[in-house]
């Protein structure tokens, strides 16, 4: 399982709820964005959290502390707690501003959309004392935070790129390399990129799937993912500018290709 997947309600109803642990409390307004950046990510770093996937906390948390700044009061504060193998970071505004948040802006890229999608979970109240908006980041076990490692299998019809390990920013330069000397050699490239032992991954991981994706249409070939956790899968499907093709396992992608 993505170790980045929230435990379902069911799952959650069987555990004993955490006692948040505080790590940050820090206001902020328009000429404090820069260094709040710098401190959300030295404090989310240290409670566990491997970089790249600190980079994506930072990047959420700051715009929704934009919006709180342009679209609320102008002012509010940011709290991280740490809940058991969470992270819950909140973002309030300081008073009532009289906007909604059901008014926020949710453009694609930006604010509410990045928030709503590269969290593990979000969620977003306005009330009489203001806005509250919460998002929550899996914090990965030890184990899960090597970077994956890339083997290429090269069959008769096919490729089968399996990744080990977690999708990070270091695997994802290593994942964008190797798709593209793959398709300078191989014309309508067929590929299966096997994600069935992934054990983590940030945006930049993302982002590596989605040049494939991309790299390989764009020469009239075909990538076919496997192996996705469900909720990985659902967000991929949002994130992509193109449609992903994805399957269970590499033996039953390899019939999902046209014939050569």
Not at 2 to 23: D, Y
Not at 150 to 167: F, K, N, Q, T, W
Not at 208 to 226: D, F, K, P
Request: glycine content about 8%.
């Amino acid at each position: 399982m993505n170790p980045s997947r929230l435990a379902s309600g069911a799952e959650r109803g069987r555990q004993k709820p955490a006692t948040p642990v505080p790590i940050l409390d820090q206001p902020f307004d328009h000429g404090s964005l820069y260094p709040l950046r710098e401190t959300l990510l030295a404090h989310a770093v240290h409670a566990g959290m491997p970089h790249g996937r600190a980079v994506d906390l930072v990047l959420i948390v700051h715009e929704l502390a934009t919006n709180a700044i342009f679209h609320g009061p102008g002012t509010g504060r940011s709290v991280i707690s740490q809940l058991g193998e969470v992270l819950r970071c909140e973002v309030s505004d300081t008073g009532a501003s009289g906007r909604d948040a059901a008014t926020w802006p949710v453009r694609h890229g930006h604010g509410l959309w990045l928030a709503r999608y590269l969290s593990d979970r979000f969620t977003i109240d306005s009330g009489p004392e203001g806005t509250v908006a919460t998002a929550d980041f899996a914090l990965p076990a030890p184990a899960a935070r090597r970077s994956a490692a890339l083997r290429p299998r090269h069959l008769d019809s096919h490729v089968i790129l399996e990744l080990d390990g977690a999708l990070d920013e270091h695997a994802a330069p290593k994942v964008t390399e190797m798709v593209g000397e793959l398709v300078s050699r191989t014309p309508s490239l067929r590929l299966v990129v096997d994600l069935s032992a992934v054990t983590y991954w940030d945006s930049t991981g993302i982002t590596a799937l989605i040049i494939t994706q991309q790299r390989v249409s764009a020469t009239a070939g075909m990538v076919v993912l496997t192996g996705l956790a469900p909720d990985f899968a659902e967000r991929l499907g949002e994130l992509s500018p193109l449609p992903l093709t994805t399957s269970e396992t590499p033996a039953k992608a390899v019939h999902l290709f046209p014939p050569p």
